[in-house]
């Protein structure tokens, strides 16, 4: 029931933010929701396996569900052009290493402190996450602009199978 309430809403999250998406920079977009990921995640260890957990995790999968569609904008407004696949493979490479450290830990932490700490470590690192972000913000010029009409197209044509 937890991750169906979490994903629920995590499609919501999108929704909203596909509304929203053309009124801000996908930079802009990206730290505030980034803000509220920090925000929903802070009470996770103080929360019991009972409603108190379900109402975090529809709050987190909302703010997640917005914070996705600012995650592809940005990665495609800071991407090189024409590199949309080797973009990602790198990207979900590092992420994915580093789920995959974090699950290791968390199961050593889980098994000898409790799952509190687990829940504390992921507020911890949502923070930290946030304070790279912000420490490397520069990097991210292109995705601090309104997206316009021509830059979806050349996104679309750039993404466009062309073999068919």
């Not at 108190?52 to 529809?58: K, V």
């Not at 994915?96 to 450290?101: M, V």
């Amino acid at each position: 029931m937890l991750f169906a309430v979490f994903g629920l809403f995590n499609v919501f999250g999108g929704v909203i933010a596909g509304t929203i998406s053309r009124k801000l920079s996908p930079l802009k977009g990206f730290l505030v929701t980034y803000r509220f990921w920090i925000i929903s995640v802070a009470p996770l260890s103080l929360a019991y396996p009972d409603w108190s957990l379900m109402l975090l995790a529809a709050l987190i999968g909302l703010v997640g569900g917005v914070q996705q569609v600012f995650y592809w904008e940005v990665t495609e407004a800071v991407r090189p052009k024409g590199t949309a696949v080797s973009a990602l493979a790198w990207l979900w490479t590092v992420e994915g290493t580093f789920a995959a450290i974090g699950s290791a830990i968390g199961g050593v932490i889980a098994e000898n402190y409790g799952p509190r700490w687990c829940f504390a470590m992921t507020s911890v690192s949502v923070f930290i996450g946030y304070l790279i972000l912000t420490a490397g913000k520069k990097h991210f010029v292109r995705a601090n602009e309104l997206p316009t009409n021509e830059s979806d197209l050349n996104a679309m044509e750039d993404n466009a199978d062309k073999n068919r």
